[in-house]
């Protein structure tokens, strides 16, 4: 079979992972890389790959390259996929394409005008534990979903410098959950409420956002999903979701870092879960990258598309709205005029 | 030590089991019953009470009555509680006292105004579960509470007939929960968000009320809580807790039939939770009751008294409120002009 | 229906449990007691008990007696058994009836002659937990039955005094797992062997005795079963069994005193096992005896008889035999001759 | 730094497992493989493998080979060992060297000798749960071991045609627990009681093997160890572990395959352990191989030696005869004129 040739932009933590995973596979090949850093290019090189270029425009226009995988930051997402698909080459982009609802309608058009493969990095899709919870819901076995609840708390906060261009939790850390709240039952949301609360660090509220939360969502046949959050868990990355319906319930708990059970006189103890996105979502990021490149190979649809993308940004919009208004907000009041 | 000495209004399914407890309580006698079933009196005569009577009225004329139980059908609470305190005796009644704020604002004035205690059946606060997540909360070892998460799921929904008359999902079934939110971290509630839908049964629908619900409370410090219900939990009676805190999380959780784990070629399977508040909290409504004696005897205050009842009926009155109007609704709102 | 009149011999520990739980039950009466202690005499009249006397004898010259439950010191049981038997009485008496073989088929035979029922107290047979573990087994759900695991560890030893007339740690603590040998597979054991070793308190090995041991036993038809066993486990009561077999494999765990997970930076944290045997056999003692008074008000078989006693304390004594000769042994090697 | 060269003997499953995690490693370089079967040599060369040859001396032969990885089948382990050792390359070699005590200790005099490194495949030491467990004992967290416990059961029995060349039960499967026994306290074995039976299959029998076994094992301090085996859990491959001390316990448990919980009408239902060693031990290969890099590199110690697999040989040589014999066997009765 023939491998598909691929060119990575962006070699900071997440590129490198996509990296690491493509070099892996038997139906992909890294032809070339970019990165404004010298010890990134230098990483691609001893990992193997020979052509290592300034700019991503060289990238582009290599003749061989058949997709590139978007890891630039956020910023940039936007005007690098465009450019990609005028390009005729297949995108993966990291999550958001943008924070502009407008600017992602305009990506999208491009890229359904120049029939190009997009996919988005909505990494948790392809995580086990909440494949497994998808499918028991979708194998019928609770019978019709009546509430999903979705915890996602992080280990600690990212900087407020970062914080501050991030677009808010609500588009940079809970968008995650919004696509889960799709994606685990399959139905789209018609109304959010989101309540939230500076409860971590003050910082973050003077920089504009919240660090802590609680969103309720609505889905189109009446069906309910709530998402918790917290920048800080103490106790390390709690991902975990539930499903509740008219047969039984369905939960995907966190991996642990290991089974063990200590019994002393304190207690009974057992470790912590894995401690953040790169080790829980391992594995996860591995598939995620299969998963784009079997749609290549076999011309089928990718598994996380631009509509999906465009779904989450209008739901983290109408939470933004609805925590500023403290009232329900329909996503259907967000639209291209929005501006936030 | 002198005994106590009890009279016990309504022998039906919550009654017997007061007086059961009562029975087994060194320093609790029952002196006297009243019930309008023949058969439930015969009850109470079988396991020892001397005396059963054909009215309320005729317990409340016993001189020798110090405190009365009551378990009569909701809509006698509020006049049945009025004339015990007149009467001078001490009054542990189920709750709610009244669904009308200004009904149970009376009451209260009543009881203030004759000096006897007067305590609510909110019986999750004895579980050892729920008691157990408090005092870790209390002990400091979460740290500040951020965010607070209840599920309560029943068994099954009772007839249309009894929520036709019950005040609806959030006076009924909530109002547990409501109470939960404020014991369980010891802060007021300020603000109520509630979402609701019929999802198990239209019938219920029909009758006015819906059997499914996520709440959202925010205490009067930002913090926030939330809450799951349905009616109907094919798996039984699902009662669970969580609080997250800046230095850690605890949860309690569902007690179970029996701790079997049976592994074959299908999977690893293990009990049901207990089915129903009978099974889960018996041991619960002993310690109640042996509270409410002990405050007796030793002439303290009672653990639930008629301002949690006040608060927990204002928050059920702000959540339909809330449902109504699909917007958030302040405690502040609910007033004693409000009537829903 | 009558009541079964009881009159209870020792009123320590255990029979106060037994004392409390006959006095809650419907179909029982307990009109006598005797203990040498008066405290012990007076908490029997402070339950309502209104006849206590001086001595056994007195006990047994009663002719309302129906049944006699023996729980005074372990050396009078043989002969408080037969006596009983031979005043007509019914007897529930404490494990063991005697530690020497030949006493104990003297006792049997006498209890068969005078046609009275003998139940013996091994409580572990009516815990929920090992009941639904039987129940499972005996269902088929883990097809034929190839291994036993069954961990039984004590919170502390108790004093060298107590152990130094306790007829070992096979006798006195073991005896009860090799009881649940029985029980759980419904097998019979042929042969026994076992490795002791002190590991705890070098004052046991002076009395001659061992704290910590593993146990091999083979049914007659070659399925197997394994003990192990400590004086002291610093996280308390832990009492387990596994049954693995050609389909599958059941497990019954300990009983925690709650649910709750603390989750803080250090790991997720959960409660102790229920202490000891007070705490985890509670509701067994209380089945236990409801099931004699069952068997004796329906005229049928008692669930522990004395072939039950006989058969454990000969896999003991093949046991200690098998300790001192370090060698396998069959249970035809233990018979009326053996002397340890 | 400069990579060691590897040569791969035999690639069967066990040996493409080693060849791809060696092609992973950074200091790690595989320069030849040999194997009789054409397709697994261009498995080899599909993976990138430039030299594949026909035989094992011809690997011997290139003079850049610093280290072979012998998969090959059992009976050529120790006539290659030797060559290798002989030829001055360092030695990982597959479990076990041999079945004869005295053609394993005439091996270990060459290697010795030759002063190259051996190190044998004892996967289970790098196990994540494993060595939890280990480190937490190591770390004095349950006080002084007083007994070891270890389940280890196979998902299905092997081919008859297998079991008949592989040294029966205790050599073949049980000798990983034997190993287990010894790292997880770290203490020696000095005496067996093994007890068998076939229960699964009787051509198991016939070929003159066991299926089931318990095996107690006491250690030179006097502390116990029990392991209990199957060759067919009808719920996947069980690995456990559990440490009981003087101060608490430490359980290691199964690896499953995800987290889910589904709650129904029937109970909570969870998924299974990983099938058999491939899944649970996946990681557990990977680190073993790269410790065996890592020591080349460093010019340390391997972490499991060709005493390691002697001790294990004699645990297992003692085991068999003490089945045979039906009594407790010493270590020290096994010497090199044992034949069984």
């Known amino acids: 079979m023939k491998k598909i040739k691929f060119a990575v932009a962006g070699l900071g933590r997440i590129g490198k992972i996509h990296l690491d995973n493509l070099l892996q596979m038997p139906h992909a090949e890294v032809v070339a890389v970019t990165d404004p850093i010298e010890a990134s290019l230098q990483y691609a090189r001893d990992q193997g790959v020979s052509l290592t270029v300034a700019t991503y425009e060289e990238l582009l226009a290599l003749p061989e390259v058949d997709a590139v995988i978007i890891c630039t930051p956020?910023?940039?997402?936007?005007?690098?996929?465009e450019l990609a698909a005028k390009a005729g080459k297949h995108i993966f982009c990291e999550k958001p394409l943008d924070l502009d609802l407008n600017r992602v309608m305009n990506v999208l058009q491009v890229v359904e005008a120049t029939n190009v493969k997009l996919m988005l990095g909505f990494n948790r899709r392809f995580d086990?534990?909440?494949k497994k919870v998808k499918n028991v819901v979708k194998s019928g076995q609770i019978g019709e979903p009546h509430l999903v609840k979705i915890t996602s708390r992080d280990p600690g906060a990212p900087p407020v410098s970062y914080i501050k261009q991030s677009g808010g939790l609500f588009l940079d850390m809970t968008i995650h959950d919004f696509d889960m709240a799709r994606f685990i039952v399959e139905k789209e949301?018609?109304?959010?409420?989101a309540?939230?609360?500076?409860?971590?660090?003050?910082?973050i509220g003077k920089a504009g956002d919240i660090d802590t939360a609680i969103v309720t969502l609505t889905y189109t046949d009446g069906t309910m999903a709530v998402i918790d959050n917290s920048r800080e868990a103490a106790y390390g990355y709690d991902q975990r979701v539930e499903v509740f319906g008219s047969k039984g319930m369905v939960q995907g708990n966190n991996n642990l870092h290991d089974t063990h059970k200590l019994h002393n006189k304190d207690g009974i103890h057992g470790a912590l879960p894995l401690h953040f996105f790169l080790e829980r979502y391992a594995q996860a990021y591995k598939t995620e990258i299969q998963d784009f490149v079997d749609a290549l190979t076999s011309n089928?649809?990718?598994p996380v598309d631009g509509?999906?993308?465009?779904?989450?940004?209008?739901?983290?919009?109408?939470a933004k709205k609805s925590l500023m208004e403290n009232r329900p907000v329909k996503i259907s009041e967000i639209n291209s005029e929005v501006t936030i």
């Not at 956020?74 to 996929?81: K, R």
């Not at 949301?189 to 409420?193: A, F, G, K, P, R």
């Not at 309540?195 to 910082?203: R, S």
């Open 74 to 81: 956020t910023d940039t997402h936007a005007n690098y996929a």
């Open 128 to 130: 086990q534990e909440f």
């Open 189 to 193: 949301v018609e109304e959010v409420y």
């Open 195 to 203: 309540k939230g609360a500076v409860l971590i660090d003050d910082a």
């Open 300 to 302: 089928e649809n990718v």
């Open 307 to 318: 509509e999906d993308g465009l779904q989450s940004l209008r739901i983290g919009l109408a």
